[in-house]
């Protein structure tokens, strides 16, 4: 139940412009009790036990599992399809949900966990989105690993449907979507996703009476659904690499060390990244500053955030377009990375060494070029979290695939 899985769903749609991939893994907690979790601690007892939350499932809704049914006969008129009363409806319930999640004001943060008050989830547009599924462990001294615990937990995430992009922006041209009081289309929008923090998300410490409805449908209230902040399974403080050799050692000397974790932290690798503030000449497209908006702004900084462009930039331009307070935190590397076993500046390698399980991890991919981006996706496919691999490290990536299309 340690295990840290990836979840690829990729719509082989010709007719989709552009095909968006989300990307979300389990995440972990904290001690139960601890005022402040992303701090450094020791427990010299077990009295207080020291858990976290890993990925058990993803569940689709119902929504979700129509289109996964009608993919080769929409593949190739993807607006048309999108553009049916009945999928032109569930779009514009999606999105509109998505941006009010997101339109809080700037000034509200999550700096720590559950700051939000409870509510009820809303159930006419809330059962069109699909549910990450999670469950509690804790460690056991006496075999040195985590093992399942009472508690469970569900996040929301948005579905995946048409064309996995906005559909009320630019891409259908003539038979794009339309609503009132939506962003204008720039080719960019990112109204339809949900991104850790926006996503509402339930969880009881233990087993008992947890039985929230399905994502298909009924009744979806629930007293103890927050619709913003930090849940559990973010990120979680974690025992070092070497843990086990250092718990042999002690028992060899008889010795009885208090148990120091370590604190997580939050890491951006952004592959495509231009400039911070702006892509070409377009300030919507800016990944960098999207990023920092959504994560770091909200109240959970980037510890690291590093971003690699192969186009060449002017240094200083670069990094007068960075904030305050992402310097010497903001790593430019103006070079490309690679994809050749041994190279330094191997994609997989880097991910390895920068990035730890229990860390939270927001992964970019965007380079504009399918054969540099299609073997780091398959070379993340093929590195099994099971087996300690860099998709395990993964909680969220954003990517996209360009198609040859009318559209």
């Known amino acids: 139940m340690n295990r840290k899985t990836l979840l690829p769903y990729v719509f082989a749609f010709s007719g989709a412009a552009i095909l968006m991939v989300a990307f979300t893994r389990m995440r972990s907690l904290v001690i139960p009790g601890a005022s402040d979790p992303l701090a450094i601690f020791t427990s ?20 979700e599992q129509s289109w996964f049914g009608r993919i080769e006969t929409a593949q190739n ?6 553009a049916e009363r009945e999928h032109a409806d569930a779009s514009k319930v999606i999105v509109n949900r998505t941006l009010d999640l997101k339109s809080l004001p700037a000034s509200h943060q999550w700096k720590s966990y559950d700051t939000f008050p409870q509510t009820s989830l809303d159930a006419s547009s809330d059962v069109y989105m699909s549910r990450m599924h999670y469950n509690r462990t804790c460690y056991d001294p006496a075999s040195g690993n985590y093992t399942l615990a009472p508690g469970k937990g569900i996040q929301l995430i948005e579905p995946l449907w048409g064309m996995l992009r906005d559909p009320f922006d630019k891409w259908c041209h003539a038979e794009a979507l339309h609503a009132e009081g ?15 923090g926006f996503a509402p998300y339930t969880y009881s410490l233990t087993d008992d009476g947890f039985t929230p409805q399905p994502a298909s449908g009924g009744d979806l209230e629930s007293p103890v659904w927050r619709t913003h902040g930090i849940p559990p399974w973010h990120s979680s403080p974690h025992l070092p690499s070497n843990h086990q050799q250092q718990q042999q ?3 060899q000397h008889n010795q009885q060390q208090p148990l120091v974790l370590q604190a997580p932290k939050n890491i951006h690798l952004d592959l495509g990244s231009s400039y911070f503030g702006i892509w070409g000449q377009d300030g919507a497209a800016a990944s960098g500053q999207w990023f920092y908006d959504t994560y770091h702004a909200r109240g959970q900084p980037f510890d690291r955030f590093i971003a690699v ?12 377009q960075v904030p305050r307070d992402l310097v010497g935190v903001y790593n430019l590397m103006n070079i490309p990375l690679s994809m ?6 191997n994609t997989i390698d880097l991910i390895k060494r920068v990035v730890d399980r229990d860390d939270f991890f927001v992964f970019k991919l965007d380079i504009d070029s399918a054969p540099i981006e299609e073997p780091i996706v398959k070379a993340l496919l093929e590195d099994d979290a099971e087996e300690g691999g860099a998709s395990g490290l993964i909680d969220e990536l954003g990517s996209q695939k360009e198609r040859d299309t009318g559209a």
């Open 182 to 196: 939506f962003p204008e289309p720039t080719g960019q929008s990112k109204s339809h996703i949900l991104p850790q």
């Open 340 to 345: 050749d076993e041994g190279d330094k500046l």
């Open 77 to 82: 008129n993807i607006c048309s399809v999108v």
């Open 44 to 63: 010299r007892s077990n009295s207080q036990p020291i858990c976290k939350w890993v990925f058990s499932h993803y569940e689709s809704s119902e929504y």
């Open 309 to 320: 462009e192969v186009e060449t930039l002017d240094d200083k331009t670069a990094y007068e």
């Open 249 to 251: 050692q002690q028992q």
